[in-house]
């Protein structure tokens, strides 16, 4: 039989991924990136600035510089390139990501025969309880999740241009964290006014992002859980990437509960999340969706998936959008004989 060269390089390419990836988190835990920033662009300057071996950051920077994180030589010095840049510490840094990806969720990855064969949590397995429980304890740990989440949120300033959210619109972001997104739009939209909605330990960190921008006086603060109900009133209802987590039921009864808050017939309700399709996938929707398996045993969901749970809702989809980073927008309307 004749090998197959090109199989066996991708074969390669794809079981060496891992190497890459743990790589890079080295790199970041040692903060190589900010280092050559500061102008230490030697391997022996890396080595002393680090408290690593020489040996070992030189090895490690033949292969970022490789990988394009890096670019340069030891006689001429490392510089970062675009790829390093992302990754030092500041407010929109990927470097918390590599943080997460690199410790926890690495580790989750590790039960992925496990996690497939049962559909059920890697996460769980490695350390015990699910990763939200861990997250309430492990304040460090929860700290770096929301700022690998911020980092995400790329796509945040294109929201106002597939919707209007002018015309004095109260919008009601559900489950909105720090309030970044909320944040966006009404940065965007003077005229409107906001309603930030969360579990009551978010409202601190909230509040002081939320004074630092577009001030408290555009905005209500509220506590509570989606599940059992959401404030009422709303012109505008946004669900952003809150719903991966859970089952079908759950879901549709969040629907059920923006439904029934609506203003009236002219409300929306907006789910910007990622959508994956089943034929003709691209590699990356399909990453996430798998990575929520491992991670909190959740998923993402088709389009179909999306319409027939709002339909159960009295809610039909009235257009979609996509925004940057894999996330779609489903714009979806009341149906006027529902009765949620």
């Given at each position: 039989?004749?090998?197959?060269?090109?199989?066996?390089?991708?074969?390669?390419?794809?079981?060496?991924?891992?190497?890459?990836?743990?790589?890079?988190?080295?790199?970041?835990?040692?903060?190589?990136?900010?280092?050559?920033?500061?102008?230490?662009?030697?391997?022996?300057?890396?080595?002393?600035?680090?408290?690593?071996?020489?040996?070992?950051?030189?090895?490690?920077?033949?292969?970022?510089?490789?990988?394009?994180?890096?670019?340069?030589?030891?006689?001429?010095?490392?510089?970062?390139?675009?790829?390093?840049?992302?990754?030092?510490?500041?407010?929109?840094?990927?470097?918390?990501?590599?943080?997460?990806?690199?410790?926890?969720?690495?580790?989750?990855?590790?039960?992925?025969?496990?996690?497939?064969?049962?559909?059920?949590?890697?996460?769980?397995?490695?350390?015990?309880?699910?990763?939200?429980?861990?997250?309430?304890?492990?304040?460090?740990?929860?700290?770096?999740?929301?700022?690998?989440?911020?980092?995400?949120?790329?796509?945040?300033?294109?929201?106002?241009?597939?919707f209007d959210f002018s015309g004095g619109k109260r919008i009601v972001?559900?489950?909105?964290?720090?309030?970044?997104?909320?944040?966006?739009?009404?940065?965007?939209?003077?005229?409107?006014?906001?309603?930030?909605?969360?579990?009551?330990?978010?409202?601190?960190?909230?509040?002081?992002?939320?004074?630092?921008?577009?001030?408290?006086?555009?905005?209500?603060?509220?506590?509570?859980?989606?599940?059992?109900?959401?404030?009422?009133?709303?012109?505008?209802?946004?669900?952003?990437?809150?719903?991966?987590?859970?089952?079908?039921?759950?879901?549709?009864?969040?629907?059920?509960?923006?439904?029934?808050a609506m203003a009236d017939s002219s409300s929306r309700l907006l789910?910007?999340?990622?959508?994956?399709?089943?034929?003709?996938?691209?590699?990356?929707?399909?990453?996430?969706?798998?990575?929520?398996?491992?991670?909190?045993?959740?998923?993402?969901r088709t389009l179909d998936g999306f319409t027939a749970m709002l339909?159960?809702?009295?809610?039909?989809?009235?257009?979609?959008?996509?925004?940057?980073?894999?996330?779609?927008?489903?714009?979806?309307?009341?149906?006027?004989?529902?009765?949620?």
């Open positions: 039989m004749t090998v197959d060269i090109q199989a066996t390089r991708d074969v390669v390419d794809m079981i060496t991924g891992g190497w890459r990836a743990q790589a890079l988190y080295a790199a970041v835990k040692l903060g190589l990136p900010d280092h050559i920033e500061a102008g230490r662009t030697s391997c022996g300057e890396l080595a002393e600035s680090t408290g690593a071996k020489e040996d070992g950051i030189h090895r490690l920077m033949r292969l970022l510089v490789a990988m394009g994180v890096f670019e340069g030589n030891e006689r001429t010095g490392y510089r970062n390139t675009a790829v390093g840049a992302a990754l030092l510490d500041g407010p929109q840094s990927l470097r918390d990501m590599c943080l997460l990806y690199g410790e926890e969720f690495y580790t989750a990855w590790g039960h992925a025969h496990h996690a497939i064969s049962t559909a059920s949590s890697g996460f769980e397995v490695a350390y015990g309880q699910p990763l939200y429980n861990y997250l309430s304890q492990d304040k460090d740990t929860a700290k770096r999740f929301q700022r690998t989440m911020n980092a995400g949120n790329m796509f945040f300033d294109q929201v106002p241009e597939i972001d559900v489950g909105a964290g720090g309030g970044h997104l909320l944040t966006a739009i009404l940065g965007a939209t003077p005229d409107a006014r906001g309603t930030l909605f969360d579990r009551e330990h978010m409202m601190p960190a909230a509040r002081e992002h939320l004074a630092a921008t577009v001030g408290l006086d555009r905005v209500q603060l509220v506590g509570g859980d989606m599940f059992k109900g959401v404030p009422v009133g709303g012109d505008v209802y946004i669900l952003c990437r809150v719903l991966a987590g859970w089952d079908d039921d759950a879901v549709v009864e969040v629907f059920k509960n923006c439904r029934r789910i910007l999340d990622r959508v994956v399709v089943d034929e003709d996938s691209t590699v990356l929707p399909a990453l996430w969706d798998l990575h929520l398996l491992m991670t909190t045993g959740g998923r993402h339909d159960r809702a009295g809610l039909d989809v009235e257009r979609v959008a996509e925004l940057p980073m894999e996330t779609m927008a489903l714009i979806a309307a009341p149906r006027a004989s529902a009765h949620p």
